[in-house]
Structures are given as C-alpha cells and as structure tokens.
C-alpha cells in the first residue's frame, strides 16, 4: 500500500519511490494520472488498471500474480490507498490469501486537512463521503449530531453547499473548516460558523477537492 502525492508531486516517500522503482506491478486507479508521478520521478514500471468499477474483475488477477511470487505496489489517485477508495477491497482478498501486505505511508486529505483545522485533533472520527442521495445522507448527519470528537468528511463540491446548508439545519451553528485543493496552488481554507461559511460560499461556483471539518460537541 503506497501512498502518493494528494496534489503537491514532492510530497512522497524515498522509500515510495524506491517501492515504486522496484515491484513487478503497479497497481492503479488511473494510468494516466500514476503516469504523471511516474513520469516526474523518471520511474517506469508496469501498471495494470485497479479502480472502484473493476475491482472485482481484477482482484483474482492481482492475487494469482501475487501467489506466483510477483510482488505489487497498489496506489490511488491520491493519498493513502484504502481510505475512501478501492483499496480495502484488495487489502481483504489478499489478507483471506495469507499474502504478506506492506504499508508504504505518506500523505492522506484526512490527517493534512484535520492538522491545519484548529479544531481538537486528538481524538477524531473519520466519515468518508457521506452518502449522495439526500434522505441518506440526512439520515447519517442526524446519527452524528452527538458525536463529541471532530468529524472528518470527504465532499465533492458539487455538494458541498447543500452538505453544509443540511449540518446548519441538524447541527446547529457550529465551527466548520472547509479544507480545498490541499497542497496545490489553490488551497484555500475557509474557517468559522457555517452560517458564515455558507453566506461566503453560497454564490460561488465552488471546484477542487474538498475535506470539511466540523467541531464535535465536546468542544462547544
Ligand atoms: N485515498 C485518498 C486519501 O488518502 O486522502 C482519498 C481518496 S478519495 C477517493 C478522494 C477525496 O479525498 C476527494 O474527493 C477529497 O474529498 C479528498 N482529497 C484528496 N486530495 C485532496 C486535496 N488535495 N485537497 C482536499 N481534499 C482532497
């Protein structure tokens, strides 16, 4: 399991690269974009396509290279494989196959956006993506409304003002932090009440990739 850059291209390990220089495969998410860090880095390698909609397909294919004695780095787009994406499926089939795993660690959205929140960051819950479809994912938040840590959520920022309009509603006025486009040239971070938050953002078309972190009940 080696982590990748979730923007900035230096942010990765020695030992990732070295990993990635070395194994018989990489697997990946996107070919192109493990390309682009692949090409950075003047790395090259084998890739064979892993991602959310063929992860069934190919998990048997990946586990008989690797009964075979072949070794593979599994990489997502960005971050940490297995948080929010793919990688679990894998990591479960191979665990099942007794095939020694390795963990590669480096960057992850969850901890770079929690860390520069200024919310508590000792003990946290991570919720993923919440799920798309309204009833659902009102259904969730109102599960989280007595939560006394900080809560982490991946958004799409399509959805992100009708998230944050729905936490105001079952939530209250709490702080929130908007966390966007981390490590990249149009990190922004927006901090304060939602109410705040809501009224800066509500005319914007809002684009990038986005964490939202939101105070727990023990901290207001
Ligand atoms: N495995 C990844 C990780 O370790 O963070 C997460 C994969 S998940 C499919 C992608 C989501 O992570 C995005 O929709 C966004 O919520 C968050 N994310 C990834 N990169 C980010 C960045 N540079 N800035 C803000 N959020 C980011």
Redesign the pocket.
Known sequence: MV?TP??HLSDITLRALDVLAKVDFIACEDTRHTSILLNHYHIKNKLISYYEYNKQKQTPKLINLLKAGKSIALV??????????PGYYLIREAIKEKIAIFSIPG????I??LVISGLASASFVFEG?LPKREGRKRKKLAELKDEKRTIVF???PYRLLRTLCLIYELFGDRQIVV??????KFETVLRGRISAIINEIHNQSIK????IVLQGVNEL
């Open positions: 982590a979730i923007g997502s787009d960005a971050g940490t494989p297995g948080i929010s994406d960057p992850s959205a969850v770079a956006a993506f991946y958004e799409s966390v966007r486009e981390l490590t990249k990038g990739e986005i964490v």
